[in-house]
Protein backbone atom coordinates (compact mmCIF):
# COMPACT_ATOMS: atom_id res chain seq x y z
CA UNK A 1 0.00 0.00 0.00
CA UNK A 2 0.97 3.50 -0.67
CA UNK A 3 1.77 5.61 2.66
CA UNK A 4 3.17 8.88 3.44
CA UNK A 5 4.70 9.48 6.44
CA UNK A 6 5.73 12.68 8.02
CA UNK A 7 7.55 13.29 11.27
CA UNK A 8 7.17 14.59 13.91
CA UNK A 9 3.65 15.35 14.01
CA UNK A 10 4.53 18.97 16.27
CA UNK A 11 7.54 21.22 16.12
CA UNK A 12 7.93 24.11 18.75
CA UNK A 13 11.27 25.86 18.09
CA UNK A 14 12.37 28.84 19.15
CA UNK A 15 12.98 31.68 16.20
CA UNK A 16 16.35 31.50 14.80
CA UNK A 17 16.35 27.67 16.07
CA UNK A 18 17.01 25.75 12.40
CA UNK A 19 15.23 22.39 12.38
CA UNK A 20 14.02 20.35 9.93
CA UNK A 21 10.63 18.69 8.99
CA UNK A 22 10.96 14.33 7.93
CA UNK A 23 8.72 12.85 4.99
CA UNK A 24 9.19 9.65 4.48
CA UNK A 25 7.06 7.80 1.73
CA UNK A 26 6.50 3.74 0.71
CA UNK A 27 5.43 3.96 -2.83
CA UNK A 28 5.68 2.26 -6.41
CA UNK A 29 6.75 4.80 -8.75
CA UNK A 30 7.44 8.07 -8.09
CA UNK A 31 6.19 10.79 -9.97
CA UNK A 32 6.59 14.05 -8.29
CA UNK A 33 7.03 14.89 -3.94
CA UNK A 34 5.26 17.97 -3.68
CA UNK A 35 5.34 20.41 0.33
CA UNK A 36 2.91 22.43 0.86
CA UNK A 37 2.51 25.38 3.91
CA UNK A 38 -1.60 25.61 5.50
CA UNK A 39 -2.27 27.86 7.49
CA UNK A 40 -5.35 27.77 10.22
CA UNK A 41 -8.88 28.12 8.42
CA UNK A 42 -7.07 28.52 4.96
CA UNK A 43 -6.06 25.74 2.07
CA UNK A 44 -2.81 24.30 1.16
CA UNK A 45 -0.44 27.09 -0.42
CA UNK A 46 2.25 24.71 -2.98
CA UNK A 47 5.73 25.32 -1.75
CA UNK A 48 8.09 23.04 -3.79
CA UNK A 49 7.71 20.13 -6.15
CA UNK A 50 10.93 17.58 -6.39
CA UNK A 51 11.29 15.06 -9.00
CA UNK A 52 14.39 13.12 -8.62
CA UNK A 53 16.70 12.02 -5.79
CA UNK A 54 19.38 14.76 -5.24
CA UNK A 55 17.05 17.63 -6.18
CA UNK A 56 17.07 20.76 -4.01
CA UNK A 57 14.55 23.65 -4.53
CA UNK A 58 14.87 26.77 -2.15
CA UNK A 59 12.33 29.51 -0.75
CA UNK A 60 13.48 32.29 1.80
CA UNK A 61 14.37 30.42 4.63
CA UNK A 62 13.26 26.91 3.75
CA UNK A 63 14.78 24.33 1.60
CA UNK A 64 13.41 20.92 0.23
CA UNK A 65 15.76 17.93 -0.48
CA UNK A 66 14.85 14.68 -1.95
CA UNK A 67 16.20 11.02 -1.63
CA UNK A 68 14.88 7.44 -3.24
CA UNK A 69 12.84 7.12 0.68
CA UNK A 70 12.36 10.40 2.09
CA UNK A 71 12.64 14.07 1.68
CA UNK A 72 13.57 16.44 4.46
CA UNK A 73 11.87 20.43 4.75
CA UNK A 74 14.78 22.34 6.23
CA UNK A 75 13.73 25.64 7.89
CA UNK A 76 17.05 28.00 8.28
CA UNK A 77 16.46 30.98 11.63
CA UNK A 78 13.06 30.59 11.75
CA UNK A 79 10.78 33.33 12.39
CA UNK A 80 7.37 33.51 14.16
CA UNK A 81 5.33 34.19 10.46
CA UNK A 82 6.68 30.28 9.81
CA UNK A 83 4.81 28.72 12.32
CA UNK A 84 2.28 26.70 10.00
CA UNK A 85 1.32 23.18 9.45
CA UNK A 86 3.43 21.90 6.61
CA UNK A 87 2.01 19.42 4.50
CA UNK A 88 3.97 16.47 2.24
CA UNK A 89 2.10 14.76 -1.24
CA UNK A 90 3.38 12.36 -3.18
CA UNK A 91 2.80 12.15 -6.93
CA UNK A 92 3.01 8.74 -8.36
CA UNK A 93 3.35 7.69 -12.40
CA UNK A 94 -0.40 6.76 -13.63
CA UNK A 95 -2.52 8.52 -11.29
CA UNK A 96 -3.88 11.08 -13.46
CA UNK A 97 -2.30 13.29 -11.01
CA UNK A 98 -3.92 12.47 -7.92
CA UNK A 99 -1.98 13.14 -4.66
CA UNK A 100 -1.69 11.05 -1.39
CA UNK A 101 -0.75 13.13 1.50
CA UNK A 102 1.07 13.17 4.82
CA UNK A 103 -1.00 14.02 8.02
CA UNK A 104 1.42 16.71 8.16
CA UNK A 105 3.71 18.83 10.74
CA UNK A 106 2.38 21.03 13.01
CA UNK A 107 5.39 23.89 13.71
CA UNK A 108 5.38 26.89 15.85
CA UNK A 109 7.58 29.26 16.26
CA UNK A 110 7.88 31.37 19.34
CA UNK A 111 9.60 34.94 19.46
CA UNK B 1 -7.47 37.63 -8.32
CA UNK B 2 -7.10 34.86 -10.15
CA UNK B 3 -7.16 31.10 -8.16
CA UNK B 4 -9.84 28.51 -6.98
CA UNK B 5 -13.24 29.47 -5.57
CA UNK B 6 -15.08 28.03 -3.41
CA UNK B 7 -18.60 28.56 -2.06
CA UNK B 8 -20.01 28.30 0.89
CA UNK B 9 -17.48 28.96 3.16
CA UNK B 10 -19.89 27.29 6.40
CA UNK B 11 -22.41 24.93 6.35
CA UNK B 12 -24.64 23.15 8.86
CA UNK B 13 -27.01 20.60 7.50
CA UNK B 14 -29.28 18.56 9.27
CA UNK B 15 -28.84 14.53 9.11
CA UNK B 16 -30.50 13.38 5.44
CA UNK B 17 -30.29 16.62 3.64
CA UNK B 18 -28.66 17.52 0.34
CA UNK B 19 -26.18 20.31 -0.78
CA UNK B 20 -23.95 21.12 -3.37
CA UNK B 21 -20.45 22.16 -2.87
CA UNK B 22 -19.48 24.62 -5.47
CA UNK B 23 -15.72 25.27 -7.07
CA UNK B 24 -14.53 27.08 -9.66
CA UNK B 25 -11.25 27.99 -11.13
CA UNK B 26 -10.08 30.82 -13.46
CA UNK B 27 -6.58 29.38 -14.23
CA UNK B 28 -7.47 27.24 -17.14
CA UNK B 29 -6.23 24.37 -15.51
CA UNK B 30 -7.34 20.60 -17.11
CA UNK B 31 -7.69 18.71 -13.81
CA UNK B 32 -9.76 19.46 -10.67
CA UNK B 33 -9.92 17.69 -7.43
CA UNK B 34 -12.06 17.59 -4.27
CA UNK B 35 -10.47 16.64 -1.04
CA UNK B 36 -11.76 16.26 2.23
CA UNK B 37 -10.03 16.85 5.51
CA UNK B 38 -10.42 15.76 8.97
CA UNK B 39 -8.23 15.98 12.07
CA UNK B 40 -5.76 12.83 12.61
CA UNK B 41 -6.27 12.06 8.93
CA UNK B 42 -4.60 14.15 6.23
CA UNK B 43 -6.49 15.13 2.98
CA UNK B 44 -7.76 12.54 1.69
CA UNK B 45 -8.55 12.09 -2.25
CA UNK B 46 -13.11 12.29 -2.79
CA UNK B 47 -13.05 12.71 -6.51
CA UNK B 48 -11.75 14.40 -9.40
CA UNK B 49 -11.60 14.96 -12.94
CA UNK B 50 -8.40 14.92 -15.39
CA UNK B 51 -9.97 16.57 -18.16
CA UNK B 52 -13.12 18.20 -19.12
CA UNK B 53 -15.92 15.51 -19.13
CA UNK B 54 -14.46 12.71 -17.26
CA UNK B 55 -14.77 12.23 -13.44
CA UNK B 56 -13.34 9.09 -11.42
CA UNK B 57 -13.54 7.89 -8.31
CA UNK B 58 -10.80 8.82 -5.64
CA UNK B 59 -9.66 7.08 -2.10
CA UNK B 60 -13.31 8.04 -0.35
CA UNK B 61 -16.65 8.27 -2.84
CA UNK B 62 -18.74 7.04 -0.92
CA UNK B 63 -22.23 9.33 0.13
CA UNK B 64 -20.51 11.89 -2.90
CA UNK B 65 -21.53 12.41 -6.48
CA UNK B 66 -19.80 14.74 -8.49
CA UNK B 67 -20.30 17.00 -12.28
CA UNK B 68 -17.72 18.83 -13.98
CA UNK B 69 -20.15 21.19 -15.39
CA UNK B 70 -17.40 22.84 -17.85
CA UNK B 71 -13.96 23.39 -17.72
CA UNK B 72 -13.82 25.78 -14.67
CA UNK B 73 -16.82 24.63 -12.78
CA UNK B 74 -16.60 20.99 -10.25
CA UNK B 75 -19.27 20.81 -7.82
CA UNK B 76 -19.57 18.13 -5.19
CA UNK B 77 -22.95 16.77 -4.05
CA UNK B 78 -24.12 15.39 -0.83
CA UNK B 79 -27.10 13.93 -1.35
CA UNK B 80 -28.14 12.26 1.75
CA UNK B 81 -25.74 13.93 4.49
CA UNK B 82 -24.38 11.96 7.29
CA UNK B 83 -22.76 12.75 10.39
CA UNK B 84 -19.72 10.92 9.12
CA UNK B 85 -19.16 13.96 6.38
CA UNK B 86 -18.48 16.36 8.93
CA UNK B 87 -15.38 17.48 7.35
CA UNK B 88 -13.58 20.67 5.84
CA UNK B 89 -13.80 19.97 2.28
CA UNK B 90 -11.15 21.34 -0.42
CA UNK B 91 -11.20 21.44 -4.11
CA UNK B 92 -8.07 22.40 -5.76
CA UNK B 93 -6.65 22.32 -9.65
CA UNK B 94 -3.74 22.40 -11.68
CA UNK B 95 -2.38 21.80 -15.48
CA UNK B 96 -2.66 18.06 -16.97
CA UNK B 97 0.09 16.71 -15.04
CA UNK B 98 0.25 18.71 -11.88
CA UNK B 99 4.06 19.99 -12.68
CA UNK B 100 3.16 23.54 -11.53
CA UNK B 101 1.79 22.65 -7.94
CA UNK B 102 -1.89 22.45 -7.23
CA UNK B 103 -3.76 25.32 -6.28
CA UNK B 104 -6.46 24.99 -3.42
CA UNK B 105 -9.48 27.09 -2.30
CA UNK B 106 -9.99 28.26 1.04
CA UNK B 107 -12.43 25.59 2.21
CA UNK B 108 -16.15 24.54 2.98
CA UNK B 109 -16.49 24.04 6.70
CA UNK B 110 -19.50 21.56 6.74
CA UNK B 111 -21.27 20.24 9.87
CA UNK B 112 -24.20 17.90 9.97
CA UNK B 113 -26.11 17.22 12.64
Known amino acids: EDQVTQSPEALRLQEGESSSLNCSYTVSGLRGLFWYRQDPGKGPEFLFT???AGEEKEKERLKATLTKKESFLHITAPKPEDSATYLCAVQLFGSQGNLIFGKGTKLSVKP | NAGVTQTPKFQVLKTGQSMTLQCAQDMNHNSMYWYRQDPGMGLRLIYY???????DKGEVPNGYNVSRLNKREFSLRLESAAPSQTSVYFC????????????FGSGTRLTVV
Open chain 1, 50 to 52: LYS
Open chain 2, 49 to 55: SASEGTT
Open chain 2, 92 to 103: ASTTRDGTYGYT
